[in-house]
């Protein structure tokens, strides 16, 4: 990776963390104007954004749009209710939580736990279907941000309170459409949550059929 690569992400990765700390701040009210706003036709957004945006740069145009989406989606991430305690929505990829992506997260629910007890001979459901999935990694345009806006939402009507997503992984995804390289990185990390799950399960299987984890 060229250096100014490596610093735009290092760049993109401070902005998002720092996002993840004030939306855990706001109060309720700034932030379902947030998880609601729009810079689609004469709408003007949410006050709130604006103040990011002015501290943070987001230019102008299609860019100013694509980091208006992922404000919005990091709010809908975002855990209901007062501040106190709350929790930035976003945790990076660190060696601590297995370096998780946003792909283990659309698989799982962010529910580590996932997917709990099965009945035998049944398959792991992952959070975000394998077809919306798919339908996901190949939208381009704006469709692209509006998939992954309602995926965000089934996430956070699934997620345990509390659960963090990996939401650099959001910005790489749709700030940079043209590199297939993001939507690679979802693929491996939701597949290899899927395939795990999976193993998991064909495991206690045999143990439950043989009464012997031998």
């Known amino acids: 990776?060229?250096?100014?690569?490596?610093?735009?992400?290092?760049?993109?990765?401070?902005?998002?963390?720092?996002?993840?700390?004030?939306?855990?701040?706001?109060?309720?009210?700034?932030?379902?104007?947030?998880?609601?706003?729009?810079?689609?036709?004469?709408?003007?957004?949410?006050?709130?954004?604006?103040?990011?945006?002015?501290?943070?740069?987001?230019?102008?145009?299609?860019?100013?749009?694509?980091?208006?989406?992922?404000?919005?989606?990091?709010?809908?991430?975002?855990d209901k209710g007062q501040p106190e305690g709350k929790r930035s929505p976003h945790a990076p990829a660190t060696k601590d939580n297995g370096w998780r992506g946003l792909g283990q997260a659309l698989c799982d629910g962010a529910d580590l736990n996932w997917p709990g007890e099965l009945p035998p001979g049944s398959k792991p459901r992952p959070m975000l279907s394998e077809l919306r999935f798919a339908r996901l990694l190949a939208?381009?345009?704006?469709?692209?941000?509006?998939?992954?806006?309602?995926?965000?939402?089934?996430?956070?009507?699934?997620?345990?309170?509390?659960?963090?997503?990996?939401?650099?992984?959001l910005a790489y995804f749709l700030l940079d459409p043209d590199n297939p390289a993001h939507a690679r990185k979802l693929a491996r990390d939701y597949y290899a949550r899927l395939d795990r799950a999976g193993r998991n399960d064909d495991q206690s299987n045999k143990v439950d059929a043989t009464g012997d984890a031998a």
Not at 17 to 36: E, I, N, S
Not at 47 to 71: C, E, N, Q
């Open 139 to 169: 939208a381009r345009g704006p469709m692209r941000a509006e998939l992954m806006e309602r995926a965000a939402r089934a996430l956070a009507a699934k997620k345990p309170p509390g659960a963090q997503v990996n939401c650099t992984d």
């Open 1 to 78: 990776m060229q250096p100014e690569a490596q610093e735009s992400r290092s760049k993109t990765g401070d902005t998002i963390f720092a996002f993840g700390r004030t939306l855990a701040d706001l109060d309720p009210g700034a932030l379902a104007d947030m998880r609601r706003m729009s810079l689609d036709g004469n709408a003007h957004g949410a006050p709130y954004f604006w103040r990011l945006a002015s501290r943070h740069g987001f230019g102008t145009g299609d860019r100013l749009a694509t980091w208006a989406r992922i404000v919005q989606i990091m709010a809908i991430l975002t």
